[in-house]
T-cell receptor, first 109, second 111 residues
Framework: GENVEQHPSTLSVQEGDSAVIKCTYS??????FPWYKQELGKGPQLIID?????GEKKDQRIAVTLNKTAKHFSLHITETQPEDSAVYFC????????FGAGTRLTVKP | EAQVTQNPRYLITVTGKKLTVTCSQN?????MSWYRQDPGLGLRQIYY???????DKGDVPEGYKVSRKEKRNFPLILESPSPNQTSLYFC??????????FGPGTRLTVL
């Protein structure tokens, strides 16, 4: 079955810097890759997603890139703000959804 | 407001005492799912349902039951809870099983 690995597990950046979180997946048939943000005491919230027919997608300060050949995808957050502090999960979908273990992002003011 | 709701949000119980966590969505989604979240393990799927009266096991179904008698509700049942089921539980729903929307979570402690 699908296996998703996510790195790093923790990430600390200064406000205004960029943050990058990387995920790799094992099943080449996976075709949908969402990213979720989970704030303390809340459920995961979808922030951006990408399908396998697209290499990059951007939404304001957030972007996701997908390399199907290498089977990895990344979340890029530019101009980070303290409210970006949260746990971020990547996931890969083929017949079911497999999640990475999560990255705790801390943005220091 | 489009949402997934779960009840209760917090629950402390004892080993062996049957409990039910309810999940309801108002988006007319056909797909619903239950996950548990444990530190360092991310989200693992317990059960899912593609439609009314259709349920299937996920990765960690042991010790859990579900039912899908109506489209909007998907309760999670623990017939005889054990301490290893202490976890944070999330219900999710989706039109097509890929783009999933999560509820706020239920923190369960089994003593």
């Amino acid at each position: 079955g699908e296996n998703v690995e996510q790195h790093p597990s923790t990430l600390s950046v200064q406000e205004g810097d960029s943050a990058v979180i990387k995920c790799t997946y094992s099943d080449s048939a996976s075709n949908y890759f969402p990213w979720y943000k989970q704030e303390l005491g809340k459920g995961p919230q979808l922030i951006i997603d990408i399908r396998s027919n697209v290499g990059e997608k951007k939404d304001q300060r957030i972007a996701v890139t997908l390399n199907k050949t290498a089977k990895h995808f990344s979340l890029h957050i530019t101009e980070t703000q303290p409210e970006d502090s949260a746990v971020y999960f990547c996931a890969a979908w083929e017949a079911d959804m497999r999640f990475g273990a999560g990255t705790r992002l801390t943005v220091k003011p | 407001e489009a949402q997934v709701t779960q009840n209760p949000r917090y629950l402390i119980t004892v080993t062996g005492k049957k409990l039910t966590v309810t999940c309801s969505q108002n988006m007319n989604h056909e797909y619903m799912s239950w996950y548990r979240q444990d530190p360092g393990l991310g989200l693992r799927q317990i059960y899912y349902s593609m439609n009314v009266e259709v349920t299937d096991k996920g990765d960690v179904p042991e010790g859990y039951k579900v039912s899908r008698k109506e489209k909007r509700n998907f309760p999670l049942i623990l017939e005889s809870p054990s301490p290893n089921q202490t976890s944070l539980y999330f219900c999710a729903s989706s039109f097509s099983a890929d783009t999933q929307y999560f509820g706020p979570g239920t923190r369960l402690t089994v003593l």
